[in-house]
T-cell receptor, first 113, second 111 residues
Framework: DTGVSQDPRHKITKRGQNVTFRCDPI?????LYWYRQTLGQGPEFLTY????????KSRLLSDRFSAERPKGSFSTLEIQRTEQGDSAMYLC???????????FGPGTRLTVL | GIQVEQSPPDLILQEGANSTLRCNFS?????LQWFHQNPWGQLINLFY???GTKQNGRLSATTVATERYSLLYISSSQTTDSGVYFC?????????????FGRGTQLTVWP
């Protein structure tokens, strides 16, 4: 069990560019979550996958954001036409169906210039 | 959504002191987790405690679900305990399990 991993750990981009983040959950976990955290706040929910199905999306997830989990294993989160307000830490978590204790990855820190 | 309130927002202690962090939530829950966020931003799991009491070394936690609060106790604090402590809950009755986080307690432990 290597834990949840995320790549890249840091991303600096210019406004208007597209970025993609990857999350690899704990291998036996069916559930995968994306959260976003801004300075001084707790993480906020973005979206949830159970296996490959995306079952819930937050209002925070505008149409510039898209997430996939194509084979029910790793997931990607893409942000198109980035804005300065997208600067944040993007956190991925996974859990088993039996109890939903969520385990978080190290996060991807996005800075939009 | 569920409202999660943590107190105090900031706590400054000298090494060796004990502390209690509180988490109040506004609805019935089927998941409650305490996390410690390290300086690099990683959320470290401390407790999964939707009800009852658990202990792990110098840390312990109690959740009284019927009264909608949880407490995290830190005894004999060390400088390595510094960081932000988050409480997060998931609503009872939801099968999706999204967590609602409080704003955290910033703990600073001085040597």
């Amino acid at each position: 069990d290597t834990g949840v991993s995320q790549d890249p750990r840091h991303k600096i981009t210019k406004r208007g560019q597209n970025v993609t983040f990857r999350c690899d959950p704990i291998s036996e976990h069916n559930r995968l979550y994306w959260y976003r955290q801004t300075l001084g706040q707790g993480p906020e929910f973005l979206t949830y996958f159970q296996n490959e199905a995306q079952l819930e999306k937050s209002r925070l997830l505008s149409d510039r954001f898209s997430a996939e989990r194509p084979k029910g294993s790793f997931s990607t989160l893409e942000i198109q036409r980035t804005e300065q307000g997208d600067s944040a830490m993007y956190l991925c978590a996974s859990s088993a169906l039996r109890d939903n204790e969520q385990f978080f990855g190290p996060g991807t820190r996005l800075t939009v210039l | 959504g569920i409202q999660v309130e943590q107190s105090p927002p900031d706590l400054i202690l000298q090494e060796g002191a004990n502390s209690t962090l509180r988490c109040n939530f506004s609805d019935s829950v089927n998941n409650l987790q305490w996390f410690h966020q390290n300086p690099w931003g990683q959320l470290i799991n401390l407790f999964y405690i939707p009800s009852g009491t658990k202990q792990n070394g110098r840390l312990s936690a109690t959740t009284v679900a019927t009264e909608r609060y949880s407490l995290l106790y830190i005894s004999s604090s060390q400088t390595t305990d510094s960081g932000v402590y988050f409480c997060a809950v998931a609503r009872r009755g939801s099968t999706l399990g999204r967590l609602y986080f409080g704003r955290g307690t910033q703990l600073t432990v001085w040597p």
